[in-house]
């Protein structure tokens, strides 16, 4: 087994990785390639002029104005403080890598939770997030995704030891302040992330954790309901999708067959070629890697389901697969109902993902055969991270900040 400290350095390393990773992207990728980031920087220039929240319909405001408040506050101060627009776009984008620091911490928290005494797992299932490309770009551009996740998985983490009956609990009422404080902040960072916060409640409630549960509830409520109600209010719904229908903005519904799904789902795990708004294209052999990868998540998937009993801490995997599978329905049922979201919003699912890809080590039953596989995926991540820079270097920006 590998020591305790060479875990938790080579952990170190991986977050150091993701932000060069994922500085890299806000350097090179051109301004307003990321899909959407034209519309979230229109709406962080709002809050920085405006201070406050945009109305879908008035002058100036774009489709992305139903979004929940939180990111394009905090990213607001950073545009007041610094000023000068090219700066501060940066410094916007560079928010996101703070982002992608904070979030390959916390998948190593989740994954050291969900299955101890397995480091390379852990160290494997941290790499998926830590060298993805996939998120490194989205880290890398202006977004709420970044945030909202890290969020979220702050939640889980520090939900899951109450998840196993057995845990102690001292002063439940404390720790469903902190869980409700970071569903909240998850929530009013992007509400189509309330779905994870939901089955986290409703599984502590399952658990017996009734004070803890609705304490966090209640903090939830109290945080995030004003922003329900304004939606109801502005709009007559409650995420304000409406509203996006009613100030004109219109998009295409894509094909919904089983195939596509799948192809869409790989995607957004790997490789951002629609994130970047298809301005590039990549060749068969990144496929063939992308593919392989994916092979890795599905084999890995079946071990963990194989050994889950013996290797995971009680009740994590139950947490985590209910989560994915909550996340992923909710994708489903938005796309059935015609509204046209990538499966980013999915993103519940990624800490069940990364627990899978890490297991994929185990398909060979040595500790040098295990280490061997981890090595490798980490790679084909670099090799995929390595072209995405290069294709994606060489596209025109889309935007002037």
């Known amino acids: 087994m590998m020591p305790a400290r060479a875990t938790a350095i080579a952990?170190?390393?991986?977050?150091?990785?993701?932000?060069?990773?994922?500085?890299?992207?806000?350097?090179?990728?051109?301004?307003?390639?990321?899909?959407?980031?034209?519309?979230?920087?229109?709406?962080?220039?709002?809050?920085?002029?405006?201070l406050g929240p945009p109305?879908?319909?008035?002058?100036?405001?774009?489709?992305?104005?139903?979004?929940?408040?939180?990111?394009?506050?905090?990213?607001?101060?950073?545009?007041?403080?610094?000023?000068?627009?090219?700066?501060?776009?940066?410094?916007?984008r560079l928010l996101g890598v703070a982002g992608a620091?904070?979030?390959?911490?916390l998948t190593a928290g989740i994954l050291v939770r969900s299955i101890p005494g397995r480091p390379v797992v852990i160290l494997t299932g941290t790499a998926f997030i830590a060298l993805n490309p996939m998120f490194a770009v989205i880290a890398g551009s202006v977004q709420n995704d970044t945030w909202t996740l890290v969020w979220?998985?702050?939640?889980?983490?520090?939900?899951?030891?109450?998840?196993?009956?057995?845990?102690?609990?001292?002063?439940?009422?404390?720790?469903?302040?902190?869980?409700?404080a970071l569903g909240s902040a998850a929530i009013l960072t992007k509400l189509s992330i309330a779905p994870l916060v939901a089955i986290v409640l409703v599984l502590l409630l399952v658990r017996r954790r009734i004070v803890m549960a609705l304490t966090a509830g209640?903090?939830?409520?109290?945080?995030?309901?004003?922003?329900?109600?304004r939606n109801l209010l502005l709009y007559g719904d409650l995420t304000g999708q409406a509203g996006v229908e009613q100030a004109g903005y219109e998009f295409g519904q894509g094909a919904l067959g089983p195939l596509h799904l799948a192809r869409s789902a790989l995607t957004y795990l790997f490789l951002p070629t629609e994130y970047l708004r298809n301005s590039i294209s990549a060749p068969w052999w990144i496929d063939a890697v992308v593919v392989v990868l994916g092979l890795a998540i599905a084999a890995g998937g079946v071990l963990l389901a194989v050994r889950a009993r013996r290797d995971c801490?009680?009740?994590?995997?139950?947490?985590?697969?209910?989560?994915?599978a909550v996340s992923v329905a909710a994708w489903l049922v938005?796309?059935?109902?015609?509204?046209?979201?990538?499966?980013?919003?999915?993103?519940?699912?990624?800490?069940?993902?990364?627990?899978?890809?890490?297991?994929a080590t185990q398909a060979i039953p040595s500790r040098r055969g295990g280490i061997a596989i981890g090595v490798m995926l980490g790679m084909l991540l670099l090799v995929v991270a390595g072209w995405v820079a290069v294709a994606a270097s060489a596209e025109p920006a889309q935007l002037v900040p």
């Open 11 to 50: 952990i170190g390393v991986l977050a150091v990785v993701a932000g060069l990773l994922a500085m890299t992207a806000a350097l090179v990728v051109p301004a307003g390639l990321p899909y959407d980031e034209p519309a979230h920087w229109s709406n962080v220039l709002f809050y920085a002029e405006h």
């Open 55 to 92: 109305v879908l319909g008035d002058p100036g405001v774009s489709y992305q104005g139903q979004q929940t408040p939180l990111y394009y506050a905090l990213a607001a101060v950073l545009v007041r403080v610094v000023g000068d627009a090219d700066a501060a776009f940066l410094a916007v």
């Open 101 to 105: 620091v904070a979030l390959t911490l």
């Open 152 to 180: 979220a998985f702050a939640l889980l983490w520090a939900a899951l030891p109450f998840v196993d009956p057995s845990h102690p609990a001292p002063r439940p009422w404390a720790w469903g302040l902190l869980l409700g």
């Open 218 to 229: 209640a903090v939830v409520l109290a945080a995030c309901g004003w922003w329900i109600v």
């Open 313 to 324: 801490a009680p009740g994590a995997v139950l947490l985590l697969v209910v989560v994915g």
């Open 334 to 359: 938005q796309v059935t109902f015609g509204w046209h979201v990538a499966f980013r919003t999915a993103y519940g699912v990624l800490p069940l993902v990364a627990l899978a890809f890490g297991c």
